[in-house]
């Protein structure tokens, strides 16, 4: 009989404990893009460079893409990730191609894998952009 009460337990508690989100751990993080086709992006260490910061919560995120403030939703199922619409300020810029590529390019990501400190947006199996978490 306490076996039997030991197995509910076990079950119950398992059943019912919360499911950790797979992007649980991006809330504290800001994701620089460090690499965009294959291409590594360049750094300068300042307010301009493109980066993701995700409300996990919401299932939001915000950021800039190197030039203009950029925000939108996003949803996430196991390894699938889809950004919605990405919405931006709309600043003129010198290098406003680059973040053009980027918020477009964001748009196309169907998945992601997290390797360390990055984060590698795919389309496919091509990864599009890489994200380190700083």
Not at 7 to 34: E, N
Not at 41 to 61: L, M, T
Not at 88 to 112: A, P, Q, R, V, W
């Amino acid at each position: 009989m306490k076996y039997l009460l030991f197995s509910f337990l076990v079950v119950i508690t398992i059943c019912c404990s919360p499911k950790i989100s797979p992007d649980a751990g991006w809330a504290r993080q800001r994701w620089v893009v460090v690499e965009m086709k294959g291409v590594p992006v360049q750094q300068s260490g300042g307010r301009r460079d493109a980066y993701i910061n995700f409300e996990v919560n919401e299932k939001r995120f915000s950021g800039n893409g190197g030039c203009n403030q950029i925000n939108g939703n996003y949803t996430l199922d196991n390894s699938s990730i889809d950004f919605g619409e990405v919405m931006s300020t709309k600043m003129s810029c010198e290098d406003i191609e680059f973040e053009n590529t980027f918020i477009s390019t964001l748009g196309s990501i169907d998945h992601y894998e997290v390797r360390g400190d990055d984060l590698l947006l795919k389309k496919k199996r091509e990864t599009l952009l890489v994200l380190r978490a700083k």
